[in-house]
């Protein structure tokens, strides 16, 4: 039980598995291609500014972020290095992007020329990238025919003008790992390269090119280019079912754990949690763990979910409430309040990850990370 985390539940950060993958990264990229840390939702659940450390520790000099609030964030914790906002920044807030030293993403005229403004107005020159959407469909301009390239060409070529926003090079994003579907990766990359070539010949300097993400990283070394951004693989957990695993060898950065605070013996025919979905069929044990849906653990998971308890698996019981939820401990020789529970991690012999929770509930190890990562105090670990 961790007092520091004041909370019978918690995430558990291992930084020396969060080390190790990064090591793994780099050595997979390789020395000509650098590594632009993704430290987004708040490092995928696991504490940006943790994480932000250990990715200093190991010589990354840039960040990759989607918000300018995520920035801020960084910035009055103390960091230093260049941060990429990846999602679009309204002109609203184009006097907080040169406060904070934001690199902004940009995809039209107007949005770079109130930033450059706000940079002219403050003193001091923004470096950002321009966004192409080359298959994703969500921000970044659209590369599917010669008209559309030609229209964002030459709306880029006003970007390039302006006084005080310098077009630090182009960031793209692919929508399938290529495992998944080749023939749309390729399509993308095709799209990306008669763009930026385009952009090239009408004399825009693109110092920095970025378009790998973590399934690229692993299969795709042709778009490695001047940076690469790995995200999910650096936290220990591969971006599909497809990938080939063997590429890359990562460990998992995130536990989740909880210490059981009730224990309890109901008769046969007792029912647990909102519902009666557990109706116990003989005399049990039922323990409750201070864990629910409002931390993460989806409500969904309920009828599938387990837990490892003292080197034994136990089933969820019942309905998982917002704050708390039960288990089923008939069958875990000597429970006692207060023994450590795995919802989420490994005891050397059980092991439950974020993969099965997500397959359990029909979404993907992502969003399981992130959703553990809101509410529940995190305990750093080497």
Known sequence: MYKEAVRAAWTEINLSNADYNIKQIKQKIGDKTKVIGVIKADAYGHGAVKIAEVLRENDIKTFAVATLQEC??????GAMEEIIV???????????????????VVASYDNAKAISEAAEHQGIEIRGLIAADTGMGRIGYMTDSDENIDKAVEEVKKIAELTNFEIMGLISHFSM???EDAEYVKLQEERYFRFRDRLLAEGIKLPLETFANSPAVMENSSVYLDAARPGIVLYGYYPSTEID??????????????????????PEGYSCSYGRKFIAERKSVIGTLSIGYAD????????YGKVIVNGHIAPIAGNICMDQCMIDLTDVPGVKVGDEVIIMGS????????????????????????????????????
Do not use: H
Not at 86 to 101: D, R, S
């Open 72 to 77: 801020i964030v960084l910035r009055e914790a």
């Open 86 to 104: 990846m999602g679009l920044t309204p002109e609203l807030y184009a006097e907080e992007i040169v406060k904070y030293n934001v690199t902004p």
């Open 177 to 179: 790992s290529e495992a």
């Open 245 to 266: 695993k063997s590429l890359l060898d990562i460990k998992p950065v995130m536990s989740v754990k909880a210490n059981i605070v009730y224990l309890k013996e109901v």
């Open 296 to 303: 993460g653990l989806p409500r969904p998971y309920s009828p």
């Open 347 to 382: 005891d050397g012999k059980n092991t439950i990850s974020a993969d099965d929770i997500a397959q359990a509930v029909g979404t993907i190890n992502y969003e399981i990370l992130c959703g553990f990562g809101q509410r529940l105090p995190k305990v750093y670990v080497r």
